[in-house]
């Protein structure tokens, strides 16, 4: 039995000062993210960064608040107009 995703498109990119990553990729209606870290040195060598991904339903969280729910839905939408899912980004 195959999991069930949900394409979720970029809507944050953060770099730290140990070299670290953070992209959360969210829904299209900004209700529900998926976050993730990695070392910059990693995504430089892998496949990168790409505009959406296909994520488990089970691996997405519920946004914590309205703002952010608004933010997300909106940079999602953004995201979405001016990219194609498998565009780097």
């Known amino acids: 039995?195959?999991?069930s995703t949900v394409r979720c498109w970029l809507v944050e990119r953060e770099f730290d000062a140990r070299n670290v990553v953070t992209l959360v990729y969210a829904t299209p209606d900004g209700s529900r993210y998926h976050q993730r870290e990695?070392?910059?040195n990693t995504l430089r060598a892998g496949p990168g960064v790409t505009a959406a991904r296909e994520i488990?339903?089970?691996d997405?969280?519920?946004v914590p608040?309205?703002?952010t729910h608004g933010r997300y839905a909106t940079?999602?939408?953004r995201t979405a107009d001016q990219y194609d899912?498998?565009?780097p980004i």
């Open 60 to 62: 997405l969280e519920p």
């Open 85 to 87: 899912p498998d565009d």
């Open 65 to 67: 608040d309205e703002e």
């Open 1 to 3: 039995m195959s999991e």
């Open 56 to 58: 488990p339903e089970a």
């Open 75 to 77: 940079e999602a939408e």
């Open 38 to 40: 990695q070392s910059a």
